[in-house]
């Protein structure tokens, strides 16, 4: 039996779609590439044409990398074992903390449904013979009604 990966490579390739495969694979290498506190303060956005662009939490940031950035090819390109990076550019345009703010003000947003909600939700999928109709119509009631009682809630301060 082959590994599927030796299945599949042959048949994505013939469509195009290997490069978007061996972007992934080298975007996974820049933290390994870079260390934990360049990584935290970058995203490696895109590869196109042997140039690997790069956003930055700021224009300080982008200063600093260029002198470095001659060592940060090469060892990328070392971990892909690969001459696939030829250029890095790096610019503004990373918004870590801001993407971090948002997320933790998203899960304070979340409201836990109460258990008669829980029970109406119920009473209303469990007899769909859709299951997968049943399930849809789940998930939008509970976000409707997370919803509502986030308004009452923001409402009521």
Sequence with gaps: MQPIGDVLFPLLKK???????????????????VGPQIASKTKPDSLRNGTLFVKTVSS??????????????DKLNQLYEKS?????????GHALEREK???????????TLKKRDKEMIAECTDAMPDRE?????????????????????SKAR
């Design 15 to 33: 469509r195009g779609l290997t490069s978007k495969i061996e972007e992934n694979a080298l975007l996974k290498l820049w933290p390994r590439a």
């Design 60 to 73: 300080v940031w982008v200063q600093q990398l260029h002198f470095v950035k001659d060592d940060i090819l």
């Design 84 to 92: 696939a990076i030829k250029e890095i550019r790096f610019v503004v």
């Design 101 to 111: 703010a948002q997320e933790n003000a998203s899960a304070e947003k979340k409201v």
């Design 133 to 153: 109709l049943a399930d849809i119509l789940k998930r939008v009631m509970q976000t409707e009604i997370s919803r509502r009682r986030q308004r009452e809630n």
